[in-house]
């Protein structure tokens, strides 16, 4: 009984590894090391454009804005930079819906991660999201990753999560409008640059 | 202040047709956000009072403190502090309201302060609220009123003086299972009386700067222009123009720029729950009778949250939003308005001025039903209230005449009703739309943020208006009641008291609404 079951095993690996090597031409090879210039670095992000939160019913902020450090790094998947602070809206132009103004307030630090590469745009996550949203009685916390893009030649991390990226981790007050089953989303692109400079950071991923 | 112009339906314009019904405006009051530098001196001052009961004219004394800085920069508010303003009734007037059968009384208090910088004159009016104290068999009444006021601002160099004028004593009657007497209010009104010392001088602040001894350049000659103005930056007090009354505009960034307004916070007798909700609504009804409009002044509004459904189309191509709120009126202590007062022409010739109140007399109810096809998302929001109207007060040609203890609408104000099998009997109904196109700002009403509420009510006849054989109902009920009267009310942005961390956006540090909406034509 002994020698079938250990050719068995040999069969799988083997059928694993001709898997791993006819798959691999057709893509490029992930990235294992994230060239990250300048680095290490303090950056700052701001809205270009509206950011939209969607939990059935959909928040719009005007202004939103965060910052923290990027550096190089290796792996697959790799933190390439960490959110130490984000903010959705303000005094003066608070995020609204039809329920009325909504507060969100996040728990940093949430990370950038890196997964691939290709011609200038590393695509990967905002990962490590926790936000707490309000609106009146209605309190509702967000956890998860959202999906994104960042592009070296216009400086713009485009979040674009999708619908299983964020969950609900709890609510209260927010009836059937938010509950642990809703699926949250988070869209909206934001402006990078070296903080205090107008330079746009860039982030290269390679696999040597 | 005296606004004449009409609530305007949109796109149309009404026109002001002279000072047909002028609706007297809370002065805007704004606190200073930086104290002034100068030193301050305290004013403590005791005026002779005439008061108009049931029983007729009586003396009052009512004793006026605060605080005042000795000197202002031109353009620079005065803002009296530490203001309190005691009233004592004596026995005969304390035996006209023991026979409500009232055990305690609540008072607000509504002083006229006269202010003048050389020819120009504006009037500002100080509110005070009073704890509540049992009303005693016999002997005098002594009620004490502490409240903020609003600033003033002198725009030239020269003296500017504060002087007590009129006075109404708003009174809540409770007996003492602490139901409401009958009647559960009464308005007080009170003149200065004709010996009063320097005719109620309370204070005389001089604006520019100290001269220093003999060398004081003489400040520029007196202009009628310079009318003291109000800090909110509004226009000049100046009565002649008849300006539209406004009240302090929304003041972004914290409570130091919070113009005046009444209590609103949850006490004992109403508790706060864990969906609770405050906010502020004012604005102006018409009396298309009268061609005028009242305003109704800054209102506290109590609401229970509703939690908010969501029920996905068939396809989950959207969903439709559905939320049922409560709430009531609450102003000192009652579901009721503040007290306000108009003044119309009764009859296209007679001035009147009425002091009124609307008293709650049912559930408040906020409706909101709503849509959303993830593009463009949509509430439409019905505030249902049943709302009587009270007269607490009459003058006619400048004599008061004595309506009674239990003035009012024989039944409450009704607005048609779109809902009717639902809603049935006699309610004002307000309509609020909230709009929002994915990725845009949410516009329009919105339940938690405040906006715009519009109606239409028919106000009823008038019953148990007079006394002493006098019956007014009919001169009210021909002058007043009839439909077709527009309404529009604008809510302000809500508090959520029960936050773990209340929001300083939207609340005061106390929990009360921070964000004071100003009412709109």
Redesign the interface.
């Known amino acids: 009984m002994k020698k079938p079951s250990r050719r068995t095993a040999v069969v799988l690996g083997a059928a694993a590894a001709a898997f791993g090597i006819a798959v691999a031409p057709a893509s490029a090879v992930p990235s294992t090391v994230w060239t990250v210039t300048p680095s290490p670095a303090a950056y700052t992000a701001a809205n270009s454009g509206n950011i939209v939160l969607t939990a059935n019913i959909p928040m719009t902020c005007t202004t939103s804005a965060a910052s923290g450090t990027m550096q190089s790094a290796t792996g697959n998947p790799a933190t390439v930079a960490s959110i130490d602070a984000v903010t959705f809206g303000s005094s003066a132009a608070p995020c609204t819906s039809v329920l009325g103004n909504v507060t969100t307030v996040a728990t940093p630090p949430w990370t950038v991660v890196g997964e691939d590469y290709a011609a200038g745009v590393t695509t990967g996550y905002v990962g490590n999201v926790n936000a707490k949203v309000t609106a009146g009685a209605c309190v509702f916390t967000v956890t998860g990753k959202a999906s994104a893009t960042y592009t070296n030649s216009t400086g713009i991390l485009a979040v674009n999560s999708v619908s299983g990226d964020l969950a609900v981790a709890s609510a209260s007050g927010c009836g059937t409008v938010v509950t642990t089953s809703t699926k949250p989303t988070f869209k909206g692109n934001y402006a990078v640059k070296v903080s205090g400079t107008s330079t746009i950071p860039t982030i290269v991923g390679s696999n040597p | 202040m005296r606004g004449s112009r009409t609530a305007v339906r949109r796109p149309s314009r009404a026109r002001a047709r002279g000072a047909t019904i002028a609706a007297f405006a809370v002065l805007a009051a704004t606190v200073p956000a930086a104290a002034g530098a100068a030193g301050t001196r305290e004013v403590d001052t005791e005026l002779p009072y005439v008061c108009a009961f049931p029983s007729g004219q009586r003396p009052a004394t009512v004793r006026i403190s605060a605080a005042f800085p000795d000197r202002v920069a031109a353009g620079e508010p005065i803002r009296p502090a530490d203001v309190t303003t005691t009233v004592t009734f004596p026995a005969e007037a304390v035996a006209d309201l023991a026979a409500t059968g009232a055990a305690e009384v609540r008072a607000g208090t509504r002083l006229t302060v006269a202010v003048a910088q050389h020819d120009a004159t504006a009037e500002a009016t100080w509110r005070g609220t009073a704890q509540p104290v049992a009303l005693a068999p016999s002997g005098p009444l002594t009620l004490t009123a502490t409240g903020d006021v609003p600033t003033v601002t002198g725009r030239s160099a020269g003296e500017l003086t504060l002087s007590a004028a009129d006075l109404a004593v708003d009174l809540a009657l409770d007996t003492a299972d602490g139901s409401a007497a009958d009647p559960a209010a009464r308005t007080v009104t009170c003149a200065l009386a004709e010996d009063a010392a320097d005719h109620g001088l309370l204070a005389a602040v001089p604006v520019g700067p100290d001269p220093g001894g003999t060398d004081g350049s003489p400040s520029a000659s007196p202009s009628p222009s310079d009318a003291p103005e109000r800090q909110d930056g509004g226009e000049p007090a100046d009565r002649q123009r008849e300006r539209a009354p406004r009240v302090g505009g929304d003041a972004?960034?914290g409570t130091a720029a919070r113009p005046d307004a009444p209590p609103c916070r949850y006490d004992a007798r109403y508790p706060a729950g864990?969906?609770?909700?405050n906010a502020y609504i004012t604005g102006y009804a018409n009396v298309r009778k009268l061609k005028g409009a009242a305003l109704i002044p800054l209102t506290c509004t109590l609401i229970e949250?509703?939690?908010?459904?969501?029920?996905f189309y068939p396809d989950f191509s959207g969903?439709t939003?559905t939320?049922r709120s409560t709430g009531d009126l609450y102003n000192g202590g009652r579901t009721w308005s503040p007290p306000f007062e108009a003044t119309f022409l009764t009859f296209g010739f007679t001035p009147t001025t009425a002091t009124m109140v609307l008293e709650q007399t049912g559930p408040l109810t906020i409706d909101s039903l709503?849509a959303?096809d993830?593009v463009f998302?949509?509430?439409d929001t019905y505030v249902r209230v049943p709302l009587v109207l009270r007269v607490t007060s009459l003058t006619v040609n400048g004599t008061p005449l004595d309506v009674g203890p239990s003035c009012r609408t024989e039944k409450p104000l009704a607005s048609p009703e779109p809902d009717p099998a639902h809603h049935p009997g006699d309610h004002l109904v307000l309509h609020g739309r909230?709009?929002?196109v994915?990725?845009?700002?949410?516009t329009g009403y919105?339940?938690?943020?405040?906006g715009p509420l519009t109606g239409e009510v028919s106000i009823p006849a008038f019953t148990g208006c007079g006394a002493g054989g006098e019956n007014l109902d009919r001169l009210l009920t021909a002058s007043v009641s009839g439909p077709g009267n527009y309404v529009k009310q604008t809510q302000g942005?809500?508090c959520?008291v029960?936050?773990d961390v209340p929001?300083p956006?939207?609340c005061t540090t106390d929990l009360q609404p921070l964000r004071i909406p100003v009412p709109e034509r």
Do not use: K, R, V
């Open positions: 972004p960034g864990p969906m609770s909700l949250q509703g939690e908010p459904e969501f029920e969903g939003i939320q709503g959303t993830y998302t949509s509430t909230g709009e929002q994915t990725g845009e700002p949410a919105l339940l938690l943020s405040g942005q809500t959520y029960a936050a929001n956006d939207e």
